[in-house]
């Protein structure tokens, strides 16, 4: 049983940059093909897919976030980690990693509980 938890901070303030990780256990990251996402659902609104790192290492982002997201790994660690940069209230949402056999939300079968994070001064 593939099991993710997602950590980091719960209040950023704006400008700031926002960092996450997920750490998986059940499972390697680097397992044959699987894509490891992040996925936020801002209040009120609907799931985002923010962007993924396949088992390869090699990353994909969402146009309308590129430019500010990065996805990395530790594989160490079996970790994978966001970091959204010069983050503003409306990046206020519940932030979930998930594994799936492609890059959207539909292909996911397992997703972390899910934390909210809050931008905030």
């Known amino acids: 049983q593939v099991q993710l938890q997602e950590s980091g901070p719960g209040l950023v303030k704006p400008s700031q940059t926002l960092s996450l990780t997920c750490t998986v256990s059940g499972g390697s990251i680097t397992t044959n093909y699987y894509y490891w996402s992040w996925i936020r659902q801002p209040p009120g609104k609907g799931l985002e897919w923010m962007g993924a790192?396949?088992?390869?290492?090699?990353?994909d982002y969402s146009p309308s976030l590129k430019s500010r997201t990065s996805i990395s790994r530790d594989t160490s660690k079996n970790q994978f980690t966001l970091q959204l940069s010069s983050v503003t209230p409306e990046d206020t949402a519940v932030y979930y990693c998930?594994?799936?056999?492609?890059?959207?939300?539909?292909?996911?079968?397992?997703w972390g509980q899910g934390t909210q994070v809050t931008v905030s001064s």
């Open positions: 790192i396949a088992y390869s290492g090699s990353t």
């Open positions: 998930a594994r799936g056999r492609q890059k959207r939300i539909s292909d996911t079968d397992y």
